[in-house]
């Protein structure tokens, strides 16, 4: 098949932020393919066909990808930050598996991108600087149970935490029985970042306690980072601290 899928990470949101063979890559695509906020940070340019869809059929958009690649089309299908991080990626090879056998002929590649916890982190230092994990709070895709069974599993390994979709006008309560399950298990001053819309116009950070953090508002463009027990401040005036968390672990 001459057609091909390039899956594509944006970034958190600055263009400086997009890699150099991310921004190559859409340049050498016929037909885009996304979220409608997603398509919008890519700029206009002739020949490029714009298919811009809601936020909850991932995998069709993915078929419709790989439909147009298999037609010959060059394709490319974005993501905000990485598309391997609870993106695009992993809905299009579903689509892969499940679909039509030629598709696995198709030349299909991944782009990465930086994803909202690592731009959060830069931001403050190095939260993530020993052993750490993401979860999503999103039980669109798997039940809350689970949700809530991984999660008080690495609470209990002691895991720096990143957690990813904390909150929607659809699930309002789910960051909050995450950070009581958290308070349950971690001191009340364990540091806790909320980390809104990085590297954008709108972008906002908070340093907060545990306790603190059960009742600060987020959304679904916010990265939560819950601290592990050596997640330390380094305070400084008139600015939020840097947090870092050792790479060593004392015996």
Request: with cysteine.
């Amino acid at each position: 098949m001459s057609g091909s899928v390039t899956v594509i990470g944006l970034g958190p949101g600055d263009p400086r932020l997009l890699t150099q063979a991310a921004a190559e890559a859409l340049e050498r695509a016929d037909d885009l393919i996304g979220y409608v906020p997603y398509v919008a940070r890519v700029p206009e340019r002739p020949g490029l066909v714009r298919h811009a869809s809601d936020n909850r059929v991932e995998v069709d958009r993915a078929r419709h990808a790989l439909e147009l690649a298999a037609a010959g089309r060059h394709v490319a299908v974005v993501s905000g930050g990485d598309p391997g991080v609870f993106a695009m990626a992993a809905a299009v090879f579903e689509a892969v598996e499940a679909g039509d056998p030629a598709w696995r002929d198709l030349a299909i590649h991944v782009e990465p991108g930086i994803t909202a916890m690592l731009a959060a982190a830069a931001r403050l230092g190095a939260p993530l600087g020993g052993d750490f994990c993401a979860l999503s709070l999103s039980d669109n895709l798997k039940p809350w149970e689970t949700i809530l069974a991984r999660l008080e599993a690495v609470l209990r390994a002691d895991l720096v935490i990143a957690l990813y979709n904390p909150i929607s006008s659809a699930r309002p309560w789910q960051l909050g029985r995450a950070l009581d399950l958290a308070a349950a298990i971690r001191a009340p001053d364990t540091p806790v970042i909320f980390a809104r819309a990085v590297s954008r116009p709108d972008e906002a950070l908070r340093v907060l306690t545990l306790d603190e953090a059960r009742t600060a508002p987020a959304d679904m463009a916010t990265v939560v980072i819950l601290g592990a027990s050596g997640t330390r401040l380094i305070p400084r005036t008139g600015r939020p601290p840097f947090v870092y968390t050792p790479r060593s672990v004392p015996g």
